[in-house]
């Protein structure tokens, strides 16, 4: 019996000096001496002034309901479907209206940018009397894509989602 406890209190010094006394790590190591990691943000292409151009048109014209004519060509087929151009131009289109006063101005934070593809946040702001239903300022993601998948082809947008949610209600709390 004391050369088993013996050998269980040899076997948790040596864990002990092993694992947490080296400063390398483990499961209950309180500090870590690696940096920290950041998010960093892959440009691996700078978007083209072609590419952003047509983001801002896309803002200009299928966001405000603005000349659909002129987004027609410029929305790719993962955002307008197999919507023809005649149903088009009803203004009843899958991309969220906004009615912003900075499209023009908004301002672009490129979170991706390759050669055939390109993701940018731009925080658009509603013009003044858009109603008390309004957000004042709404953020989206806009993504582009090159047609037919090539570094030649012309840039559609192809996405077009807000990146704001909803505060989530909290219950239970109170008081």
Known sequence: MVFSGAVLVIGFIAFLSADLLKGTGGIHSPLSTLPAQT???LVKAPPSKEALQVARKFLETAVLRK?????YP???PALRGNLTRKQWDTGNIPVQPYPARNT???AFTVDWSYDKQIMLEVDLVAKKGSGSNIRPHFPYYLGLERKGGTVNGKWQVNTWISSWHPPVPMFGGGG
Do not use: F, S, W
């Open 67 to 71: 000349n659909l004519d002129a987004a």
């Open 39 to 41: 998010h960093e943000r």
């Open 104 to 106: 023009k101005t908004a």
């Open 74 to 76: 410029i929305v790719g």
